[in-house]
């Protein structure tokens, strides 16, 4: 895909290039906001996932929630969130304390994911829709974006997130089709194309919203067809980021893509027709989310 490997052999030392460093944080504001999260007993995406920008988002008072968290019932070999077979009870006060941290934080935008929980019935729906409400209780003026799992194909599910009406229905594709046997052993590419094109088909004022991760071994090729199959769904919004190596553990980096490949992508999404790319080597799927109000104004859903 023309971007680079840089790693040192003898010491089996993959080593970053320029392009993905980041600026050291400015811990007296993370410290703040992590001081109202561990108050209210909430986990973030940014913690859990080891996420590069944890410091510029946290430094502008904004958050990815985790819920139903911290432990999730798959274990793909990408991600740094813990497995747990038996994961923990929903908490009771979990939408009422996440919606006391929006409060808190005056959040102009806010964006709720999850674990996977494959044990719960619903997949942890229900769960989603209570905390929409309790947001849109305390803070009426926020939008709100979920980052959601498949829950297994249970569109019964998917219908009850969607009744609570979110802004925004985020669901990540995560990969290339030839390599989701390796990379997410537990999920369905066909399966993700048809959560998002449900989404448009019962909810058509929602904007849907996926991401992928490249650098595990993809092909620019590759990586294009599943741009052209999100559309193909009428996807709205894509994320296009570097997938970086959380542990030895994990599915190691196959290539560090330049950033001239990423804006390549970005440029190839927007003449097929996404609403917007955010495309570069730190981009994850709520990096910039709040952006998509001005995409509200300029593209309203009717």
């Known amino acids: 895909m023309g971007g680079l490997v840089f790693s040192s052999k003898e010491q089996n030392v993959v080593v970053k290039p320029e392009w993905l460093r980041v600026k050291a944080p400015q811990w007296q504001r993370v410290g703040s906001v992590k001081e109202i999260l561990r108050d209210l007993g909430l986990n973030t995406v940014c913690e859990e996932a080891s996420c590069p920008n944890i410091g510029e988002c946290f430094n502008a008072g904004t958050a990815t929630f985790l819920i139903m968290g911290p432990a999730c019932t798959r274990a793909c070999p990408y991600c740094d969130i813990d497995f747990e077979k038996k ?6 006060l979990e939408p009422i304390n996440l919606a006391e941290a929006v409060s808190r934080l005056r959040l102009n935008h806010v964006v709720i994911t999850s674990v996977n929980r494959d044990d719960l019935p619903d997949g942890g729906a229900t769960q989603f829709k209570r905390c929409i409400e309790a947001v849109r209780k305390m803070s009426p003026q926020t939008t709100i974006e979920v980052l959601i799992p498949d829950f297994c194909g249970n569109w019964e599910a998917l219908k009850i997130v969607l009744d609570a009406a979110p802004e925004v229905l985020n669901h990540n594709t995560e990969t290339v089709p030839r390599l989701y046997r390796r990379v997410r052993p537990q999920g369905d590419y066909g399966r993700s194309r048809q959560l998002l094109q449900l989404t448009r088909q019962l909810a058509p004022h929602i904007y849907t919203k996926s991401g992928i991760m490249v650098g595990l071994g993809e092909t620019d090729e590759e990586v294009r067809q599943v741009m052209a199959d999100l559309r193909a769904v009428d996807c709205d919004i894509l994320t296009i980021g570097q997938y970086l190596q959380p542990t030895q553990k994990h599915l190691g ?9 990423f804006d390549a992508w970005r440029e190839y999404g927007e003449s097929i027709g996404f609403l917007q790319v955010v495309s570069s080597p730190l981009t994850r799927s709520s990096y910039h989310a709040g952006e998509v109000q001005r995409l509200m104004k300029q593209y309203p859903k009717g």
């Open 87 to 92: 994961p923990q009870a929903l908490d009771p």
């Open 253 to 261: 980096v196959q290539e560090f893509v330049t950033p001239e490949q």
